[in-house]
């Protein structure tokens, strides 16, 4: 506390003052005080040194002189207070005798002031009393003698220990404050990020998405640069859930996530949409480039096995990409999505499993524009044919599922169907049918073994060779899974590819003994692609072939069991799989 009380400032000048009396009082009694008016002067110092005393007495702050040795020469009663010692305890004696400790501290603030001749204010020091350290803020100025020299110092000091702690505690409490302030801020921030994450995944939500599309698409429309979108849907993904359960799942979404963020650019957006829906959004990037990008993701997870170990799973995706400025019917950001959903339901209608944009599909790309929206008939066809088919892929997802549950029979099952269903659909595609048939031969090589859900599991895995009645059974598996489908109708022509996936060329085969030309197509197509998977797979009873021992089986076969032109056809296929590694699934 600086000193601003002029009557203090008085007392201290007379303090001073006093001294210089003082001094001359000892003067005279060197000489004996030889006369009457000397000693008269004597008595006259001496009341007011004690009127002196009495007034710095009465002051609540703490008085004290030096001299130029550093000795305590007088003090007031708050000073003696606050030391806890007797008042003779302190006269006479210098500050190293009082506080060792602090003495060369306060010694060069009065050789500074002596220097100077200059008052030094706002000392703040520790203060060390019988009661323990004390915090005071002293103000110290210089005491002169008659001649004007520099004799000693007076200090005013005023005890500012609770003031410290006070304003200690309130910084702490400040610093405190401050810090939950920061801890508040990062809350926030982190439930801000949380609240546009998505839980399960991790990936970004819908929320998120638009908030970005827009600030993303006012910039690419601002400085005249593409934005694309890719979105994506796991076909089939219900099955999934429906076999193995909601949390195997939501594993295997939590694996894709991971993989999906890992194939984009590093500044690319990716959102998990819905369920098991996903979007990519791609700033900078136009449709040319974002195709590649849909068709590494494609490839990628068409090799790539997602699961615990336990049980694995390979997925499908339809992809869809929307591009700005390309797509010219963008107008506002979420164009991208009504887009990239059209495109993706015509996908779904090809049966998934490609990459497509707009420019893909050939005339009238989205029927529901047409005029016949005008037509109220017309337009309750289309609606009606729409719900169907969105009711066709849930019932078909349905079967996938149960035919999923052959997996948990036979172990070996997963990975065969898998496989078969590869060779079998690209089969169908070298050989030329038409589109319609290649899809039904890529379903009814899905669901070809469903019959075998009920086959005994000691008769599927059984390690030895089977005895006659058991091969029987065995042989039971298409008319099951044929039982299975033909309530539905529109899985019906499906029905003779899995009936007769096990009859031979040579007319030796089951259950019905056909021959030749006899047996459907797409019937012979699966036989071959089945038989080839088992032969190259460890079954319970054998280890696997290599590939050169089951191709060499095939051929050996070709005319009896098999058809030879699609025997024909099936090599072209593994000669071109095996030139071009990137196609081995």
């Known amino acids: 506390m600086k000193i601003e009380n002029s009557t203090i400032h008085q007392l201290m000048d007379r303090l001073a003052q006093m001294h ?34 009495i007034m710095l007495d009465s002051v609540p702050a703490m008085i004290f002189y030096k001299n130029k040795e550093n000795r305590m020469l007088r003090v007031n009663r708050a000073f003696v207070e606050a030391m806890g010692m007797p008042k003779e305890a302190i006269e006479g004696k210098t500050c190293s005798e009082l506080w060792p400790e602090q003495a060369e501290k306060y010694w060069g603030d009065d050789k500074e002031v002596m220097l100077l001749g200059r008052a030094k204010r706002g000392i703040v020091e520790p203060l060390e009393t019988v009661k323990g350290t004390r915090w005071v803020e002293t103000d110290k100025i210089p005491c002169r003698d008659e001649n004007d020299d520099i004799i ?14 006070a304003t200690k505690a309130l910084q702490e409490s400040k610093e405190k404050l401050k810090l939950l302030n920061k801890q508040l801020k990062m809350s926030n921030r982190k439930l801000s990020r949380l609240a546009l994450k998505d839980p399960q995944t991790g990936l970004y939500n819908h929320r998120y998405f638009e908030e970005i599309i827009e600030s993303e698409f006012y910039r690419a429309k601002r400085h005249g640069q593409p934005l694309s979108l890719i979105m994506l849907d796991i076909d089939y993904f219900k099955s999934v859930n429906e076999v193995y359960g909601h949390g195997f799942g939501d594993l295997v979404l939590r694996q894709f996530s991971k993989k999906l963020r890992k194939l984009v650019r590093l500044h690319d957006y990716v959102i998990r949409y819905g369920d098991e829906e996903f979007v990519v959004v791609l700033p900078g990037s136009d449709r040319a480039s974002t195709l590649r990008m849909g068709q590494r993701i494609l490839d990628f997870i068409k090799t790539h096995s997602f699961g615990d170990g336990k049980n694995d799973v390979k997925l499908r995706l339809s992809v869809a990409v929307v591009s700005y400025p390309e797509d010219d019917s963008i107008f506002k950001e979420m164009d991208f999505i009504e887009i990239a959903e059209r495109v993706l339901n015509m996908v779904k209608e090809c049966g998934g499993d490609r990459v497509c944009s707009s420019s893909d599909i050939k005339g009238d790309i989205f029927p529901e524009d047409r005029e016949y929206r005008t037509t109220d008939i017309k337009f309750m066809k289309q609606r009606l044919l729409k719900i169907t088919r969105e009711s066709n892929q849930s019932l078909t997802e349905s079967i996938f599922a149960f035919a999923k549950t052959i997996e948990l029979k036979d172990r070996y099952t997963g990975g065969h169907v898998e496989n078969t269903v590869y060779y079998a659909t690209e089969i169908a595609r070298g050989m030329g049918l038409a589109k319609t048939d290649t899809r039904l031969v890529e379903q009814a090589s899905i669901l070809h073994d469903l019959g075998k859900i009920g086959i005994s599991e000691n008769i599927l895995l059984k390690r030895g060779k089977l005895t006659k009645f058991e091969f029987e059974k065995i042989k039971e598996h298409p008319k099951i899974g044929v039982d299975i489908i033909r309530p539905i109708q529109f899985l019906r022509g499906l029905v003779p590819l899995i009936l007769y996936h096990h009859e031979r060329w040579d007319g030796k085969g089951y259950p019905c003994g056909l021959k030749g030309e006899e047996i459907p197509v797409g019937a012979r197509i699966i036989a071959i692609a089945d038989v080839y998977q088992a032969l190259i797979s460890d079954r319970p009873y054998r280890k696997a072939f290599s590939e050169h021992e089951a191709i060499g089986i095939i051929k050996e076969n070709s005319g009896t069991q098999f058809d030879p032109a699609i025997v024909d056809a099936f090599l072209e296929i593994l000669l071109k799989k095996n030139s071009n590694p990137s196609k081995l699934r």
Request: overall charge neutral; cysteine-free.
């Open 152 to 165: 000693g110092v007076t200090g005013f000091a005023i005890d500012i220990t609770e003031r410290r702690i």
């Open 20 to 53: 210089k009396q003082v001094t001359l009082s000892h003067a005279l009694s060197e000489r004996d005080k030889k006369t009457t008016d000397e000693m008269i002067l004597t008595k006259v110092l001496q009341k007011q040194q004690e009127e002196l005393q």
